[in-house]
């Protein structure tokens, strides 16, 4: 599948045995020009140290550099933490020869362990050094945790009659739990675009994606999503309301939505992509509250892994999503085949255990009082998850 890098934009990985040697694990996305920048950040109160220090660079809307680490967290670091992030941006832009406020810093791993900054300060000039010699998809392995694939997704669309090109890369595949982007994520493009248009569109693009998904419940303390326009693509401004507004970012929700969709593919130990869908709730709020009690059920996740089309799990977890519903206007569907009528079991077990052996899951909810209607996306839980995050630190 062909790839589409915008304009401007180079890539740089490294090697700083962050957690362990062998892999490459500080990263590098530079733009050859300042760009205009948008960000989203974990609603987690407890920060890490990047987060806070992005949060703050993120006022002024521009940007140019961002420099990621994978392996330590840098959260729960202290004033050390923050001191340490600091530096990664201060030696990063020193070498770039930009301003300091253009570089951002991200990191993923481990929390509670101190960053070893010694080794990243002595590989942030390879790093330097490398720029426009190493692609997007080493990038994007780069920042891997317990990811088993790189995930990036590309898109070229007409915007004036001009070639607008936008890419994005994330990693995820556990304590993934919605209430912002979920992930780290990096989203890059050579469009030209007004900052409150591009605020707008990230912020639409998330509402559709990542904050659709869920794995395990647990939302993390780096959760960042950063996008950089550096508007290279020589074309008129998009601003909002305006015909390419709505190109740009219909684009960029197909661009979230796939990447959110490759991190719940590549869940902690998951064998299964599970879609949950309410209809007809009383509105979109209560559909979407509805969805994620069920995505977030251990016992919904357990049964769909062990093939076991328990129901009553699903009229449980509904019960208690606090939402208004009656119980006997209730019909759930699984892989299109109706198990449930007005509450009341169809007697088709059997051929519901079948349907769930199948590798993408579909359950959809209707609950015959409204109008609303959400999707979410999630996963089954597995033996491996368990043993995955025993031994996250060893």
């Not at 948008?38 to 109160?45: A, D, I, L, V």
């Not at 064998?271 to 509250?289: F, P, Y």
């Not at 019960?319 to 759930?332: A, L, M, N, Q, V």
Request: charged content about 25%; aromatic content about 6%; some cysteine.
């Amino acid at each position: 599948m062909s790839l589409y890098i915008p304009k401007g934009f180079l890539f740089s990985v490294a090697e700083a045995a962050i957690k362990k040697p062998g892999r490459n694990d500080l990263a590098l996305i530079y733009s050859e020009t300042d760009c205009i920048m948008s960000g989203m950040f974990t609603t987690n109160k407890i920060k890490a140290a990047p987060v806070r220090l992005d949060m703050k660079k993120l006022k002024s809307g521009q940007g140019r550099a961002i420099i990621i680490n994978s392996g330590n967290a840098n959260a729960c670091t202290g004033k050390q933490g923050l001191k340490d992030a600091v530096e990664m941006a201060e030696i990063t832009a020193k070498l770039l020869r930009i301003k300091q406020d253009l570089v951002y810093v991200c990191s993923t791993g481990v929390i509670g362990t101190p960053l070893p900054i010694d080794r990243i300060r002595s590989n942030i000039p390879n790093l330097i050094a490398d720029v426009g010699k190493y692609t997007i998809e080493d990038t994007a392995r780069a920042i891997m945790t317990t990811d088993t694939f790189p995930k990036i997704v590309t898109r070229k669309v007409r915007i004036f009659n001009r070639d607008v090109k936008i890419a994005g890369i994330c990693k995820g595949a556990g304590m993934i739990c919605p209430n912002m982007a979920t992930t780290l994520c990096f989203l890059v493009t050579d469009a030209d675009i007004e900052k409150q248009a591009l605020d707008l569109s990230l912020k639409t693009a998330v509402n559709h994606s990542f904050n659709r998904i869920t794995i395990d419940g647990d939302m993390s303390t780096n959760d960042t999503i950063l996008i950089m326009a550096n508007a290279l693509s020589v074309s008129q401004k998009i601003k909002l309301d305006t015909e390419a507004f709505s190109i740009f970012s219909s684009a960029l929700i197909e661009i979230t939505q796939e990447l959110s969709k490759l991190i719940v593919k590549d869940a902690e130990g998951a064998t299964k992509l599970v879609e949950i869908e309410v209809i007809n709730a009383k509105n979109d709020k209560d559909a979407q509250r509805a969805a994620f009690s069920i995505a977030n059920s251990l016992l919904v996740k357990t049964a769909i892994y062990g093939n076991d089309a328990n129901w009553g799990r699903l009229m449980a977890a509904l019960g208690y999503s606090g939402i208004d519903i009656r119980e006997d206007k209730i019909d759930i569907y699984l892989n299109r085949l109706k198990i449930v009528e007005g509450g009341i079991g169809r007697g088709n077990d059997n051929e519901a255990n079948n349907r769930l052996k199948e590798k993408e899951i579909t359950i959809k909810i209707d609950l015959n009082i409204g109008k609303g209607s959400a999707k979410v996306l999630t996963c089954d839980l597995t033996e491996d998850y368990v043993k995955i995050n025993a031994e996250y630190r060893t």
